[in-house]
């Protein structure tokens, strides 16, 4: 007779994987694309702090321009009426040093006639508007002027709007209307 082995298998038979979960392929698409996010963030938070960094930069060369070159304009000494032209003329536009040259040419002669001396000093100032190649501020400026009608001196307040514009990454005068 035909022998039949009949032996029984005990372990238990293995099902097939089941397929991944979907969360599971979610959560590895997740966490690479969280990273690049907050790596966009912060590429594009920090790219701004450096534009607002550089734009403050500006605003206060600006300003500390505007107030010397104010400065430059309200101060005058008749012995040294060259001096104190050239001082504003330096830092100006070719067109504003133009303007500028003619304007003192005919005060040369009341400066010194009158024996005219004004030191001039910088109150308050504020940057009225700004971009990356002009800017206009609001100067208050105090002249403390001598002369032969007034010996003893006397202070004269002005309030100046000066324009600047950027030539070769530096604040040149361009304008400056007394208010």
Known sequence: MPTTDHTVDDTPATAPPDPPAPRSRVRRWLTPALIVLLAAAAGFCGFRWWQAEQAEGLRADALDRAREYAIALGTYDYQHFD???AAVTDVSTGEFAEKYRSVAG???????????VSVATVSHA????????????LVFLDQDVKNVAVPDGRVDATRFLITL??????WLLQGADAK
């Open 83 to 85: 001096d104190a032209l």
């Open 165 to 170: 514009a950027r030539v070769d990454d530096r």
């Open 106 to 116: 005919d005060l040369r002669g009341l400066v010194e006639n009158g024996q005219g």
């Open 126 to 137: 504020a940057v009225e508007t700004l971009d990356a190649d002009r800017a206009t501020v």
